[in-house]
């Protein structure tokens, strides 16, 4: 099966230099029809001084930011679109499946790409018989494939946490 999803693609930059977790969430939302804007959205997000799992760790805003994990984005999509999941630990055909299933994008946290620790990426649809992943990457400011292969690599630095609705 090959899906790709009508996601818009959304540039975390120049607000946002820290903030590709909420720009993420801004397309996957967007992309199911809601109105939305990175920059409400970044400043509705609960943040922490020290704890990703439970706010932002630093400001999004500036060079100097952290992340943020699934769990505590939950209450703010759910706000928005009803509902929200936390598919941390899914592989990736539980991910695959949920898009085929729901039609809508997964956020996913990856690590040791596009020069950051920490990452997020919007994926946005599959091929299964290419093996392919697509995404929206909000920091290159574009669509782009990775393989499954790929994908799983940098998903598992950051233990397959993911986000949709």
């Known amino acids: 099966m090959k899906l790709i999803l009508d996601t818009p693609l959304i540039a975390q930059r120049p607000e946002l230099p820290t903030g590709c977790e909420i720009t993420a969430v801004t397309m996957m ?6 109105t939305v804007d990175k920059v409400d959205l970044a400043h509705r997000m609960p943040y922490d001084s020290d704890d990703c799992n439970k706010g932002f760790v630093g400001d999004p805003f500036t060079d100097g930011g952290n992340s ?21 630990g899914s592989n990736i055909d539980q991910l695959t499946a949920h898009i085929a299933e729901t039609q809508h994008a997964v956020v996913t ?4 790409f596009d020069g950051f620790h920490t990452h997020a990426l919007t994926v946005t649809g599959f091929d299964d018989d290419q093996q392919v992943i697509y995404f929206n990457d909000c920091w290159t400011e574009k669509r782009d494939t990775l393989s499954y292969f790929e994908f799983e690599q ?5 233990a397959h946490r993911a986000l949709s609705f």
């Open 68 to 88: 943020i994990f699934p769990k505590p984005l939950l209450p703010l999509v759910t706000e928005i679109a009803g509902n929200a999941l936390d598919l941390t």
């Open 109 to 112: 946290w990856v690590g040791e």
């Open 154 to 158: 940098i998903w598992a630095r950051h």
């Open 29 to 34: 939302l967007a992309g199911a029809g809601f």
